[in-house]
């Protein structure tokens, strides 16, 4: 037998462990010998054990990770006496190892390989094959289905591994899926602490990245005489073990554990961002029974850095240390992590993550180019708003199983849409934030400069109208970088909107020469302060800048409501269709997407007057709408024809779900009070600790 001892050293620290009787673990392995002897089976026994590399000790194995590194297979096998779960492997089919693997969506296009090590004291990892580039979602789930912490991200086609850090005590459940197929496994953790739940991502698998998963489609572990196996044992306070072999008999191994000495450290928020340099730091709980020499922190790109990366060193010894981070890049996004070194070795606290800021605009025409850039993600945001409002209010079906949780109101906070709800607006955010900042400074010409701003305002006040429906309090950011700031209070953002909208009415023309329709108009900002008011029934104030819109004579109603194009008389903003298909096979109301028509003005009009008590002049209001449709005209109006008027002027037009929850009507579709506002993104709650999750989620 040709064994090979390998140590692994932890990245985090393990309590020491006195020593203990000694358990056994046993595999049992039918081996399928050459293809003539296909069908005779012969079973070999292994048995695991484990000694004090000083004392010689027996020590008690708490669980045992096997690969079969010729087959692309694994599993683990955890410590019976407490989980009764030692079994028997037959090729070819899936086994009950540990507390159960289980894989759903048949061969898809991802495969979850077993954790190791399971059951695991607070820290485990994984390996994920991933068929073609594209996103992973992963969340560790606690038992009652909760999301405690998720990741998503874009990776290449290969095998890509993940650290697993948990402190929540009982049978956990490791998910991934690509938006096509969706796997789980169950795992165990032995270890409760102080709170905390990440996945960092570790990298591409070595040695994986060109090989296929022969068990992609078969999630079973099989053994053939010859396959070459890794097994590595975990142990409480012990550096992990490997032993390498090509078993062909009945074989006893023997790890000869090291006690583990390392410190333990966490990593602090990171503050004080500009363009080249930042603040982090961390606490060094606990030394490991030996002096720490180095701390500081280790920063890089991709995630999980280390100290062969850039890092600082911010003295010795335990307790709080702040570090300065210096030659950063701008507008980039950066891993950060604290480190403790002493004799035993270096221990890394969880990845924080951050992103630079931008750096101002030195150019006129660079402002002018950045805020073309925004009238473009803002046309692309403003299609995915659509698409989401009416998925999530059951007005369009589900275009593929991404969006599922969306349509049954039961998304997650690693929900990828919901990510994509939130980040698409910050990220516009930050840019006419940067505008702004640089107009301020560059521009000289003062009808240029108030006109610039005012359209960069009148972008952000609709982009915190939207967030403020869907996700309630949100941060309020007027910089150019992810600030670790809390949510505002609605109030508070809604006095943003209604400042910016105001500032924007103020500064902008009735109507663009060059060209006309592409830029913000100043009845685009006016429909947006009406938008705030109306957001907390202030119909009187809602009222007056609706009125304005009317009475100017700028606009008309469009007899094409269904056919829009850019000659349309009622579009204050729109966009041609993009090449979204989703969206492009959703939106069947012409080739140009409206952001804001006149339409929505007569609404808001006719709502705020009936609110107000004038039910005569609401009348009116709907009655111009039914005229423009060739619809008979009414003498009453009560407060769910009201509704329908909205369901029906505005349907696809991204307004159907706050128009429920305005009008009492949205809990009696999604059921729960929670639900009507949606969970904030956890990427974003783990990035900034001041940012707090919605009640429910």
């Given amino acids: 037998m040709n064994n090979t001892l390998i140590p692994v050293m932890p990245n985090h620290p393990k309590k020491n462990s006195k020593a203990v009787p000694m358990k056994k673990f046993y595999l049992f392995l039918f ?60 090729p070819n089919a899936t086994w009950p190892v540990g507390i159960g693997e289980v894989y759903a969506g048949g061969k898809g296009s991802i495969m979850i390989n077993q954790t190791f090590p399971n059951p695991f004291q607070g820290e485990t990892k994984v390996n994920i094959y991933k068929g073609k580039r594209g996103p992973l979602n992963l969340a560790l789930v606690d038992g009652l289905g909760r999301t405690l912490v998720s990741y998503q991200n874009e990776f290449e086609k290969g095998y890509h591994s993940f650290r697993i850090l948990s402190s929540i005590k009982g049978v956990l459940a490791v998910s991934v899926s690509d938006g096509q197929d969706k796997k789980s496994i169950k795992v165990i953790n032995t270890l409760e602490g102080q709170p905390r739940n990440s996945i960092l991502y570790l990298g591409q698998t070595p040695g994986f990245e060109n090989r296929n998963l022969k068990s992609l489609e078969n ?36 790890f000869y554990m090291t006690v583990s000495n390392l410190p333990e450290v966490e990593t602090s928020s990171v503050t004080d961002i ?27 790109t991709t995630g999980s850095p280390t100290t062969s990366e850039s890092f600082t060193v911010d003295g010795d010894g335990t307790g709080y240390f702040t570090s300065s981070l210096s030659g950063l890049t701008p507008d980039t996004r950066y891993y950060v992590c604290a480190y403790a070194t002493n004799n035993s070795g270096t ?20 402002i002018n180019d950045t805020l073309m850039y925004c009238y473009s993600k803002l046309s692309e945001y403003n299609e995915f708003l659509y698409l989401f409002d009416a998925v999530y209010s059951n007005t369009f079906p589900a275009p593929d199983v991404s969006w599922t949780d969306i349509y049954n109101h039961t998304p997650l906070s ?26 301020e400074i560059v521009i000289t ?6 006109q610039i701003i005012a359209q960069a305002k009148a972008i952000r006040a609709y982009l915190y109208s939207n967030l403020v429906n869907w996700f309630g309090p949100v941060p309020i950011e007027e910089g150019t970088t992810e600030g670790v700031i809390p949510r505002a209070m609605i109030d508070e953002v809604l006095s943003l909107i209604k400042q910016d909208a105001l500032e924007a009415s103020q500064s902008l023309p009735a109507s663009w020469s060059i060209p006309d329709k592409f830029r913000i108009p100043r009845f685009f900002a006016n429909a947006l302060l009406s938008r705030a008011y109306q957001y907390t029934n202030s119909y009187t104030e ?23 194009t850019s000659a349309s008389t009622e579009i204050f903003l729109g966009f041609d269709k993009g090449n979204n298909t989703e969206f492009n096979n959703f939106f069947d109301k012409g080739s140009y997407v409206p952001v804001i028509r006149y339409t929505e003005s007569f609404l808001v009009a006719a709502e705020a007057s009936f609110f107000s008590g004038n039910t005569t002049a609401a009348i009116n209001y709907i009655n111009l709408l039914n005229i423009r449709r060739g619809l008979p005209t009414v003498t009453s109006l009560t407060s769910d024809e009201l509704f329908q008027h909205w369901n ?37 709650i783990i990035s900034n600790p001041y940012l707090t999750q919605n009640p429910g989620y």
């Avoid at 080249?276 to 500081?296: M, P, Y």
């Avoid at 809602?542 to 269904?562: C, D, H, K, R, V």
């Avoid at 002027?649 to 949606?678: D, W, Y």
């Fill in 219 to 254: 999630s079973g572990f099989s053994f053939y005489l010859g396959n070459e196996m890794t097994f590595t044992a975990f142990v409480t306070g012990y550096l992990d073990q490997t032993i390498t072999d090509n078993p062909a008999s009945d074989s006893t191994y023997t």
């Fill in 648 to 684: 029906t002027e505005l349907v696809k037009e991204g307004n159907t779900f706050i128009t429920l929850k305005r009008f009492g009507k949205a809990l009696n579709l999604v059921q729960s009070p929670h639900r009507l506002v949606l969970p904030v993104p956890q990427f974003f």
């Fill in 347 to 366: 221990v890394y606290g969880s990845d924080v993550t951050f992103k630079t800021s931008i750096p101002l605009l030195v150019t006129e025409a660079d």
């Fill in 445 to 450: 010409d003062q009808q240029t400069h108030d």
């Fill in 31 to 90: 081996l399928l010998f050459a293809s003539y002897m296909v069908s005779g089976q012969t079973q070999i026994n292994l048995t695991f054990e484990a000694k004090d590399s000083q004392s010689q000790n027996p020590l008690t194995l708490e669980s045992i990770y096997i690969q079969n590194i010729t087959e692309d297979c694994d599993t683990s096998l955890s410590n019976e006496t407490i989980y009764n779960s030692v079994s028997w492997v037959i």
């Fill in 274 to 300: 500009t363009q080249s340099t930042a603040k982090c730091g961390g606490n060094v709980i606990t030394d490991g029974g030996e002096s720490v020499t180095a701390r500081g922190v280790c920063w890089n």
């Fill in 542 to 564: 809602a009222l007056n800048p609706t009125q304005e819109i009317i009475n100017s004579g700028m606009y008309a109603l469009s007899a094409e409501i269904n056919n829009f």
């Fill in 414 to 439: 690693d929900n990828a849409k919901i990510l994509m709800l939130w980040s698409k607006a910050f990220d516009i955010i930050y840019k006419t934030n940067l505008v702004i900042q640089s107009s």
